[in-house]
Nanobody, 122 residues
Framework: QVQLVESGGGLVQAGGSLRLSCVVSGSIFSINDMGWYRQTPGKQRELVATITGGGSTNYADSVKGRFTISRDNAKSTVYLQMNSLETEDTAVYFC????????????????WGQGTQVTVSS
């Protein structure tokens, strides 16, 4: 069973920083793209940042220059460094990973973590 577990969320004042981590475990042949999304109550999940297996990154305009996504393939982990946090960044943050579970599996499956709460106070 593939699992993604986020950590690092919490309460921080505006202007502060947090670093989120997401560790992937289970049956993994390869991990392709990974990403971070966020969701506020009553809203759809929105893209925050993505990173490909080759290291190419993409960011939402609202977080460019403030957030940095990275990955450590040896640890099967994706990170989101969040600096200069704003109250508008308050949300539940979810990581995802596109995973090929075994060499015999031709399809790639998208897995999601359960989310970690980030609250930015003024």
């Amino acid at each position: 069973q593939v699992q993604l577990v986020e950590s690092g969320g919490g309460l921080v004042q505006a202007g502060g920083s947090l670093r989120l981590s997401c560790v992937v475990s289970g049956s993994i042949f390869s991990i392709n793209d990974m990403g971070w999304y966020r969701q506020t109550p009553g809203k759809q999940r929105e893209l925050v940042a993505t990173i490909t297996g080759g290291g190419s990154t993409n960011y939402a305009d609202s977080v460019k220059g403030r957030f940095t996504i990275s990955r450590d393939n040896a640890k099967s982990t994706v990170y989101l460094q969040m600096n200069s946090l704003e109250t508008e960044d308050t949300a539940v943050y979810f990581c995802n990973a596109d995973i090929r579970p075994t060499i015999a599996t031709l399809r790639v499956f998208r897995y999601w973590g359960q989310g970690t709460q980030v609250t930015v106070s003024s």
